[in-house]
């Protein structure tokens, strides 16, 4: 079991500030690459349509990195459509 580790108020304080501040500037580097390499990206369901799939199949092909996915929030997967385009070429 980890020991624990006892944290001032303070040092929390400015803890959560400082990565809340490390955290925008992540946002403001994923901002400038996504102009810099415009790559685009759908909805599971939607690369499921463009491919004939379920959405479920896409999510594990997402998963084995079949497909070039991204994390766009807590839950929601965005598909690269360069990638489906990749497998589709691929397949057919």
Not at 29 to 45: F, H, I, R
């Amino acid at each position: 079991m980890p020991e624990v580790v006892a944290i001032d108020p303070q040092t929390l304080i400015h803890l959560t500030e400082h990565t809340m501040c490390l955290v925008k500037d992540l946002q403001n580097v994923l901002a400038s690459l996504k102009q810099v390499y415009p790559d685009q990206y759908v909805s599971t369901e939607e690369a499921a349509e463009i491919m004939g799939v379920t959405a479920q199949n896409v999510r594990y092909m997402a998963r084995r990195g079949t497909l070039k996915s991204i994390k766009d929030g807590p839950r929601l997967v965005r598909i690269s459509v360069q990638s489906i385009r990749a497998y589709m070429g691929n397949s057919h």
